[in-house]
């Protein structure tokens, strides 16, 4: 992971992502072709985790986030954030749909 500061801190349950761009057309190890159009998906996404919330509150107790900083995980949607020349996704906890092992 690029040891660049981030100068965006997320409150809350949310995490900032970094978006992993999956490459559109070619071929697959499993050899199967895959069209331009490929790249059009919108299902989940998959993205690298640059910072987390400190957990959301519940009955007077704060419940720490499931992800942590350099997990790969799929989500599904989230608002677009500028840091500089990087683009970031903010989701909330809940849109996140599983961590990649």
Known sequence: MNKKVIKISPLGDRVLLKPIEEKAGGKTSSGIYLPE??????????????????????????????????????YSWGDTVKSGDQEYVMVRESDILAIIK
């Not at 910072?51 to 007077?60: K, L, Q």
Request: proline share 8%.
């Open 37 to 74: 159009s490929a790249k059009e998906d919108r299902g989940s996404k998959k993205a690298e985790v640059v910072a987390v919330g400190p957990g959301r509150t519940e009955d007077g107790k704060l419940i720490p986030p499931s992800v942590k900083v350099g997990q790969i995980v799929l």
